[in-house]
């Protein structure tokens, strides 16, 4: 699995890349940053909606990070 930091700054990037190709349009590095923590939140909400007892721990865990990693960036 890709560290973390390695992860958060992945989403941010696409994000960013995707908002600079698109003709007419740009997306600064913020947008991109609050692109990616919604992205985070959608997952972290589904894996929450996950009964209790299933082995989520390690990925609650995990896109925890990142999030906090987006949010230093």
């Known amino acids: 699995m890709t560290p973390p930091k390695e992860k958060a700054e992945e989403l941010i990037r696409k994000y960013y890349t995707w908002g600079i190709n ?30 209790f007892g299933n082995a989520l721990d ?5 896109w925890q990070e990142v999030k906090q ?5």
């Open 69 to 73: 990693e987006i949010k230093n960036k």
């Open 22 to 51: 698109k003709e007419g349009q740009t997306l600064s590095w913020l947008e991109a940053k609050q692109c990616a923590s919604i992205a985070i939140e959608e997952i972290l909400n589904t894996l929450y909606s996950i009964p």
């Open 58 to 62: 390690d990925e609650l865990e995990y």
